[in-house]
């Protein structure tokens, strides 16, 4: 508890708060950046919210999401920065510059990422958190601040959309007992679920249906990854971010330890993102930390430079690594 006393301390000690998350948001860094802001603003704070990339439009109904904004200003008058959700300051994109070059401003750092490199000069760091959102629902609570309804569902969200509606083996009893407070401000889970998983366009439908047509496995049967490409995208019409748990179709084959989803970065030429996933006992952070990425050891997530195949080729080629490893007991 020592480290959320510091960050409490922190915050007291400044009056003008930056907040933002890693590139690619979504739910969790989106609902935890929204709440934190409630939070700052609740005790007497002035508190803006700045990303690098674009609120995907499946979040957009989140109360005050229209509120985030992607123009940095190299001037921007600001004390500190929250950084939420992410395990390295080179994850939040373009902010991380405007970070670094104001070296005097103070730089809060909360994560649940076991990869988390403690880059702040307060760092609050809790693996066995489910979620940001969990982190930060505890700052309301060590703080004595009320939860409102749009901060409840904010939260919500977040650890929702974190554990894989509670699928996922980062879920605890804790996490239940939180997401059970917070539907009791109101909040309708089959209207929150119906508003994150099924309000896709067709163009979202056939994206996944190209995406799934492209699923591979290697000669054992145990990896399996997908691609998309920008031509895919154009093809269907579709958002990039929609592709948020394609990954998982790959992951649920059975017999599969480890799946790959690379994605062609839209706005970057010669950059594949990659979503990890595994289960069993491989831990894919290991392998996107080697790619300069990280996360958790069953989900995790990097950007490469490089083409399609020679991405795909890389890192397929770490995963047998450790898969070799793990068979010879290395």
Same mark, same amino acid.
């Given at each position: 508890?020592?480290?959320?006393?510091?960050?409490?301390?922190?915050?007291?000690?400044?009056?003008?708060?930056?907040?933002?998350?890693?590139?690619?948001?979504?739910?969790?860094?989106?609902?935890?950046?929204?709440?934190?802001?409630?939070?700052?603003?609740?005790?007497?704070?002035?508190?803006?919210?700045?990303?690098?990339?674009?609120?995907?439009?499946?979040?957009?109904?989140?109360?005050?999401?229209?509120?985030?904004?992607?123009?940095?200003?190299?001037?921007?008058?600001?004390?500190?920065?929250?950084?939420?959700?992410?395990?390295?300051?080179?994850?939040?994109?373009?902010?991380?510059?405007?970070?670094?070059?104001?070296?005097?401003?103070?730089?809060?750092?909360?994560?649940?990422?076991?990869?988390?490199?403690?880059?702040?000069?307060?760092?609050?760091?809790?693996?066995?958190?489910?979620?940001?959102?969990?982190?930060?629902?505890?700052?309301?609570?060590?703080?004595?601040?009320?939860?409102?309804?749009?901060?409840?569902?904010?939260?919500?969200?977040?650890?929702?959309?974190?554990?894989?509606?509670?699928?996922?083996?980062?879920?605890?009893?804790?996490?239940?007992?939180?997401?059970?407070?917070?539907?009791?401000?109101?909040?309708?889970?089959?209207?929150?679920?119906?508003?994150?998983?099924?309000? /896709? @366009? %067709?163009?979202?439908? $056939?994206?996944?249906? =190209?995406?799934?047509?492209?699923? #591979?496995?290697?000669? *054992?049967?145990? &990896?399996?990854?997908?691609?998309?490409?920008?031509?895919?995208?154009?093809?269907?019409?579709?958002?990039?971010?929609?592709?948020?748990?394609?990954?998982?179709?790959? /992951? @649920? %084959?059975?017999?599969? $330890?480890?799946?790959? =989803?690379?994605?062609?970065?839209? #706005?970057?030429?010669? *950059?594949?993102? &990659?979503?990890?996933?595994?289960?069993?006992?491989?831990?894919?952070?290991?392998?996107?930390?080697?790619?300069?990425?990280?996360?958790?050891?069953?989900?995790?997530?990097?950007?490469?430079?490089?083409?399609?195949?020679?991405?795909?080729?890389?890192?397929?080629? #770490?995963?047998?690594? *450790?898969?070799?490893?793990?068979?010879?007991?290395?």
């Amino acid at each position: 508890m020592n480290e959320i006393k510091e960050v409490i301390g922190a915050i007291n000690r400044c009056r003008r708060f930056l907040i933002t998350a890693h590139i690619n948001l979504e739910g969790d860094s989106i609902g935890s950046q929204l709440a934190i802001r409630e939070l700052l603003n609740a005790m007497g704070k002035t508190a803006f919210i700045i990303d690098s990339d674009p609120v995907p439009a499946h979040y957009k109904f989140l109360p005050k999401a229209n509120e985030i904004s992607n123009k940095i200003d190299k001037k921007m008058d600001y004390d500190a920065a929250v950084v939420v959700d992410c395990p390295t300051l080179k994850r939040t994109g373009k902010v991380a510059e405007l970070i670094s070059k104001n070296k005097n401003k103070v730089v809060i750092n909360i994560d649940h990422h076991v990869s988390n490199e403690r880059f702040g000069d307060v760092n609050w760091v809790d693996p066995n958190a489910s979620s940001a959102g969990e982190l930060v629902f505890k700052l309301f609570k060590e703080t004595g601040k009320r939860l409102t309804k749009e901060t409840a569902l904010n939260l919500y969200i977040a650890i929702l959309t974190d554990t894989g509606s509670f699928n996922y083996d980062n879920t605890s009893s804790l996490t239940h007992e939180i997401a059970g407070e917070l539907l009791g401000y109101g909040l309708e889970p089959a209207a929150v679920s119906e508003s994150v998983y099924e309000r /896709r @366009s %067709i163009g979202d439908i $056939k994206l996944l249906g =190209l995406v799934l047509s492209t699923i #591979k496995l290697n000669n *054992r049967g145990d &990896v399996a990854y997908l691609e998309l490409t920008n031509d895919v995208l154009k093809k269907t019409g579709a958002d990039a971010a929609k592709s948020e748990g394609f990954v998982n179709y790959a /992951r @649920s %084959i059975d017999k599969v $330890k480890v799946a790959v =989803l690379f994605r062609e970065e839209p #706005k970057e030429g010669g *950059r594949i993102h &990659v979503s990890l996933r595994s289960k069993g006992s491989v831990d894919v952070n290991r392998i996107a930390s080697s790619f300069g990425g990280g996360g958790h050891a069953r989900a995790s997530g990097c950007v490469v430079e490089g083409t399609l195949v020679e991405v795909e080729k890389s890192v397929l080629s #770490k995963i047998e690594e *450790r898969l070799r490893g793990r068979h010879t007991g290395r």
